[in-house]
């Protein structure tokens, strides 16, 4: 059974810095998409960052230059390396896997797992 266990959330000011992670269990191979998604209070769930198996990344246009997602396959395990934090990125994040066709970050339903979600928040 495929388990996503994220870590790393927290409070800091604007302009600060955190790095989520997320480690994906139950694979017996290395899953091709793994991203991040976001949910602010009253809001839909939006695309953050993907990469695939290969390191091919994509970004919303709102993370980019601030956002930098990575990953180690070999753990199976996603990274989010997020600088010069804003108010508006405050919001729980998801991790996910999928093993569609795409792996972009807007492809909210080419997921399959989803993590319980870490939440940030970043005070003006």
């Not at 810095?17 to 191979?29: K, P, Q």
């Not at 395990?77 to 996910?96: G, I």
């Not at 093993?99 to 940030?120: A, E, I, R």
Request: positive net charge; glycine residues 12%.
């Amino acid at each position: 059974q495929v388990q996503l266990v994220e870590s790393g959330g927290g409070s800091v000011q604007s302009g600060g810095s955190l790095r989520l992670s997320c480690r994906a269990s139950g694979y017996r191979d290395s899953v091709y998409c793994m991203g991040w998604f976001r949910q602010a209070p009253g809001k839909e769930r939006l695309g953050v960052a993907t990469i695939d198996n290969d390191g091919k990344t994509s970004y919303a246009n709102s993370v980019k230059g601030r956002f930098t997602i990575s990953r180690d396959n070999a753990k199976n395990t996603v990274y989010l390396e997020m600088r010069n934090l804003k108010p508006e990125d405050t919001a729980t994040y998801y991790c996910a896997t999928g093993n569609g066709y795409y792996c972009l970050y807007n492809d909210y339903l080419g997921m399959d797992y989803w993590g319980h979600g870490t939440l940030v928040t970043i005070s003006s």
